[in-house]
């Protein structure tokens, strides 16, 4: 066994179906009493009815959550947390709601409990970005881990097949870099294999079916692992590609790791042997790479950048930014090998 460190995440976590009635004693169970409960306009009506179900102890809602954490928003959220004397947030929804709770723990150090209806995996890290000026900076605190993350089976049913598809891809993507971070461990790889094999055999049946309750399962349980790799340790190539091709061309989160995660993981294999294994017994086939494509391609996921709106002349602009600080990854970082690979994700070739 090799030498490791391992820092156990703080999070406490229920997970099952009909959780989400357990949100109120699990307020409770703490010293909160008046709980700000957030999410994005598009789930208001979530918003609404979890605040209903704490009654009294839901103090506010603010349903106006938006991707990458403006600093705007959360100034306007901020403002409403103090005037109604919350103590607490509640995020229910996907990265952008989590985020919006976790911007406003960092000003206030109020409690979180997150209720996740993605499976980005937000809720079980220490990290925020947040945009201003259409600039994202992100940061790793303490305050910003989530106290309680309920996940509840119930509340992905309604996340629709193209969304859960992109969504796990995302996920995934955190599990495979957890499985060549320079600070990775045998516990968190152990959760990176078990979180791609649920997310690789759940996700085709959830396209077939949105509504299939088992696959739901596998995938949000998947996903809380996935969650853990992200919070847990490095990320590395494939996720630093992913934040500068979203920042330069405004692209799509979990579209653009859905198309990048093939070729990333292609660039790195030769120098992350380990990694490959754990992919060819996660999801079958002799080729790591290859089979994250034909998942995707399984999935009817994006499988180009072309496709998700990024220019052909900025290949070489995004390859640049992708070198410019050094910082971990298995195989070192070749400018023209990683121009190719964008090149060849651009065009939504097969990795090689
Ligand atoms: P999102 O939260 O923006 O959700 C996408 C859309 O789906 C929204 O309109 C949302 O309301 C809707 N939605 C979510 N769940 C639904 C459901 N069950 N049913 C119906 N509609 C639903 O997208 P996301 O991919 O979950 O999160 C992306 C954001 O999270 C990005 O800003 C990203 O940077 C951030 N993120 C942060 C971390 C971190 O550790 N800090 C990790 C992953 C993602």
């Excluded at 791609?196 to 809380?224: E, K």
């Amino acid at each position: 066994m090799e030498t490791f460190v391992y820092n156990g995440l703080p999070t406490r976590v229920i997970f099952g179906s009909g959780t989400a009635a357990r949100l109120r004693a699990e307020i409770e169970r703490t010293p909160c009493r008046r709980a700000f409960v957030v999410g994005t306009r598009e789930q208001a009506a979530s918003v609404d009815a979890v605040a209903a179900s704490l009654g009294p102890i839901a103090v506010d809602t603010f349903a106006g959550a938006a991707m990458h954490t403006p600093t705007d928003v959360t100034q306007s959220a901020l403002e409403r947390f103090k005037e109604c004397g919350a103590d607490c947030t509640v995020a229910v929804g996907g990265g952008s709601a989590v985020g919006l709770g976790k911007a406003i723990a960092l000003r206030t150090d109020a409690m979180q409990f997150v209720l996740p209806t993605t499976y980005a995996g937000s809720e079980m890290t220490p990290i925020l970005g947040e945009t201003e000026n259409g600039v994202k900076t992100t940061q790793r605190s303490p305050k910003v881990q989530p106290e309680v993350a309920i996940y509840d089976v119930d509340l992905t049913l309604t996340l629709p097949a193209k969304l859960s598809t992109t969504s796990g891809m995302n996920a995934i993507a955190h599990a495979v870099e957890a499985l060549y971070a320079e600070d990775r461990n045998p516990i968190i790889s152990v959760m990176a294999e078990q979180a791609i094999t649920a997310l690789g055999r759940a996700l085709p049946v959830i396209v077939a079916n949105p509504q299939d309750r088992p696959a739901r399962s596998d995938a949000l349980y998947g996903a809380w692992l996935c969650g853990m790799c992200l919070g847990s340790v490095g990320m590395a190539l494939h996720h630093k590609l992913c934040h500068v091709l979203g920042g330069s061309f405004d692209l799509p989160h979990a579209e653009t790791h859905t198309v990048v995660l093939p070729h990333a993981f292609a660039y790195n294999a030769a120098a992350a042997p380990a990694a490959e294994q754990v992919l060819r017994r996660a999801l079958g086939g002799n080729d790591g790479a290859r089979a994250l494509f034909d998942l995707a391609g399984a999935l009817k996921a994006p499988t180009s950048l072309r496709s998700l709106g990024m220019p052909e002349d900025g290949i070489d602009h995004a390859a640049d930014l992708a070198v410019k600080n050094p910082y971990w990854n298995p195989r070192p970082l070749e400018r023209q090998a990683i121009r190719d690979l964008i090149a060849g994700a651009w065009a939504g070739e097969p990795p090689v």
